[in-house]
């Protein structure tokens, strides 16, 4: 099964992204992490992706396709993929339906009432970057952290403005995929603002 998971900032996309990998032995694929890896590792590609992020710049479409393809090409991808954070463009869409066209799209969907529930009650700690949730995984001591006794705050990222913020990016930068691979008829829709179980086994019907 080769299959891409689309969904918002706290849709759960990525604990959905292990249970799947689990249930079918495929390897989870996140641009952000093939990044990291071909810049540790010092590959070609990884040289020139680490040039471009050190002057701030953002890695131009033809070098995310060419470390996606590169990692595809892997042997423990014979079986399949699920691809997390890619394609993010029509341009990246149209290159992968070349090299490895897939044969679901999973679309997580969630109101932007329960992203901003889930989101907004998140902690880090100042000190070692532990993460809470205030509704979900609280400390036992309210802004402490269990672990080292630093401070709780809440991240830039994770107050209510920037939350809206980063729901409208999302939005407009996927609507073109949604539209794409809808046309194609390879989109599912999945209500990830279900329970986890209950999410899990929505998706288990689309495997
Ligand atoms: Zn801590």
Do not use: W
Request: hydrophobic share 35%; net charge neutral; with cysteine.
């Amino acid at each position: 099964m080769r299959m891409i998971l689309l969904g918002p900032p706290g849709a759960g996309k990525g604990t959905m992204a292990v249970k799947i990998k689990e249930e079918l032995k495929i390897p989870h694929i996140s641009t952000g992490d093939l990044f990291r890896a071909a810049i540790k590792n010092e590959t070609t590609l990884g040289k020139k992706v680490k040039g471009i992020l050190d002057q701030g710049d953002l890695v131009p479409d033809e070098l995310t396709v060419a470390l996606v393809k590169e990692r595809l090409g892997s042997s423990d991808c014979s079986d399949g993929f699920i691809l997390d954070g890619f394609p993010r463009t029509i341009g990246q869409a149209n290159s992968l339906t070349e090299f490895a066209p897939v044969d679901l799209v999973i679309n997580f969907t969630i109101s932007e009432k329960e992203v901003v529930r889930r989101l907004s009650g998140r902690r880090t700690c100042k000190n070692c970057g532990a993460g809470y949730h205030v509704l979900f995984i609280p400390p036992a001591k309210e802004n402490v952290c269990d672990k080292c006794g630093g401070e709780l705050y809440t991240r830039e990222d994770d107050k209510e403005s920037s939350i809206h913020n980063r729901l409208a990016v999302y939005e407009k930068s996927t609507e073109p995929l949604i539209s794409y691979y809808g046309d194609k008829g390879l989109l599912k829709d999945v209500d990830a603002g279900q329970s986890p179980a209950e999410v899990l086994s929505s998706v288990k019907e689309l495997l």
